[in-house]
C-alpha cells in the first residue's frame, strides 16, 4: 500500500503543479484514473488475500497518492494566483460579468480566497482517490484471484 501510494503520490505531484497552474479543475479528473490506478497497483504490490483487504489497501494507496495531488494542487495554483495577481482576477470576473469592486478588494483576501479554493479542490481529488483506490483494489481481486475449482458433474 505505501509503495503503490507514493509511486502514485509522486506522479500527482508532478501532474497536479502542472495541471493546477494551467487548469485547475483538472486535477479531480485526473485523480479519478490516478486513485483506480493506485488501488491497482496496490493489490499487485501486496497481493492480499480476501476481497476487504484488497479494497482496504487501495483506499489507503490511493488516500496516499491524494496527499500527492493536493500539494501539486496547492503548489500549481498559488504559483498560478501568484503570476495572475487580484487585478486580472477582477478583470476575468468582469469578461464573466460579475460586477466587482477592486477598490474595497484586498491582495491578501484574494490569496487567502485562492488558497482555501485549491485547498478544497486539492481535498475533493484526495477523496476521489481514496473511493477509487478501494474500487482499483477490488477490480486487482477480481480480475487475478484464484477461481474455487468446479466439481465435474
Given at each position: 500500500m505505501l509503495k503503490s501510494g507514493l509511486i502514485v503520490g509522486a506522479v500527482m505531484l508532478v501532474l497536479g503543479t502542472m495541471f493546477g497552474?494551467?487548469?485547475p479543475l483538472c486535477v479531480s479528473c485526473l485523480a479519478v484514473f490516478a486513485g483506480v490506478g493506485a488501488g491497482y497497483l496496490s493489490g499487485v504490490f501486496d497481493k492480499p488475500a480476501d476481497q476487504g483487504g484488497s479494497a482496504k489497501a487501495g483506499a489507503g494507496a490511493g488516500a496516499?497518492?491524494?496527499?500527492?495531488?493536493?500539494l501539486g494542487q496547492v503548489i500549481?495554483?498559488?504559483a498560478s494566483a501568484a503570476i495572475q495577481g487580484?487585478?486580472?482576477?477582477a478583470e476575468i470576473l468582469r469578461q464573466?460579468?460579475?460586477?466587482?469592486?477592486t477598490s474595497a478588494a484586498s491582495p491578501?483576501?484574494?490569496?487567502?480566497g485562492a488558497?482555501?479554493?485549491t485547498c478544497c479542490f486539492g481535498l475533493v481529488a484526495v477523496a476521489l482517490m481514496a473511493g477509487l483506490g478501494a474500487l482499483g483494489g477490488f477490480l486487482w481481486y477480481q480480475m487475478t484471484a484464484p477461481k474455487p475449482?468446479?466439481?465435474p458433474a
Open positions: 497552474f494551467l487548469f496516499i497518492g491524494g496527499v500527492g495531488a493536493l500549481g495554483g498559488m487580484p487585478q486580472a482576477g464573466l460579468g460579475v460586477p466587482v469592486d491578501a483576501g484574494f490569496y487567502a488558497f482555501i479554493s475449482p468446479t466439481l
